[in-house]
């Protein structure tokens, strides 16, 4: 079952900008990751975030958690045209067995 | 992280065939394989997990005498998509972990088009 919801679906930005994408589910879980997917392809894997985590950063991007809101955020900094993509969260919970995706944002950075 | 192949990369076939999609971990032990689906600009639904050696374990909802998985090595695990008709076209993704890793790795995706 869907747990993860992103906003926005769709994101237009230029390049240089920052992108900040939502995503909030629904239970309890021991980890976060963010993927990205380009069209037509498979999933790479960006960042985990566990559940005693706050926020995290690898490059040009920064995760944060707030699981009393059970939310994350990811924010691309300084985008570029090579960061269009869909971004998908996916949860983990406690068993460590499953990922549980989220419906994704697709991005879109103009030259 | 680990590389990943799907083969075929995409298939067209006719409604009432079978296809087989391999799902190969080429530097990695992977002791459990996912399989996803994904329908044009949706999520990845996970069908079922297999692990290797055992029976696939199915999601709620999946067909299991439909959608046949085999993990017999700790780098294949292949899918079979039985008596395919027109709604099973979709994008089928494999992910690969040992299990109580944390990070899934995923294949580059096989597009199947059932005529």
């Known amino acids: 079952s869907q747990q993860g919801e992103e906003d926005p679906q769709a994101l237009s930005i230029q390049e240089g900008e920052n992108a900040t994408m939502n995503c909030s589910y629904k239970?309890?879980?021991?980890?976060l990751q963010w993927y990205r997917q380009n069209s037509g392809r498979g999933l790479v894997h960006l960042i985990l975030?566990?559940?005693?985590?706050r926020e995290k950063h690898s490059g040009r991007l920064r995760v944060t958690l707030d699981t009393s809101k059970k939310s994350s955020s990811l924010l691309i900094t300084a985008s570029r045209a090579a960061d269009t993509a869909s971004y998908f969260c996916?949860?983990?919970?406690?068993?460590?067995?499953?990922?549980?995706f989220g419906k994704g944002t697709m991005l879109l950075v103009s030259p | 992280g680990a590389v990943v192949s799907q083969h075929p990369s995409r298939v067209i076939c006719k409604s009432g065939t079978s296809v087989k999609i391999e799902c190969r971990s080429l530097?990695?032990?992977?002791?459990?394989m996912f399989w996803y689906r994904q329908f044009p600009k949706q999520s990845l639904m996970l069908m079922a997990t297999?692990?290797?050696?055992?029976?696939?374990?199915?999601e709620q909802g999946v067909e299991k005498d439909k959608f046949l998985i085999n993990h017999a090595s700790l780098t294949l695990s292949t899918l079979t998509v039985t008596s395919a008709h027109p709604e099973d076209s979709s994008f089928y993704i494999c992910?690969?972990?040992?299990?109580?890793?944390?990070?899934?790795?995923f294949g580059p995706g096989t597009r199947l088009l059932v005529l």
């Open positions: 239970t309890s879980i021991n980890n």
């Open positions: 975030i566990r559940s005693n985590e």
């Open positions: 530097d990695f032990q992977a002791t459990t």
């Open positions: 297999s692990n290797e050696g055992s029976k696939a374990t199915y």
């Open positions: 992910s690969v972990s040992t299990g109580y890793q944390e990070t899934q790795y």
């Open positions: 996916a949860t983990m919970n406690s068993g460590y067995s499953t990922l549980t």
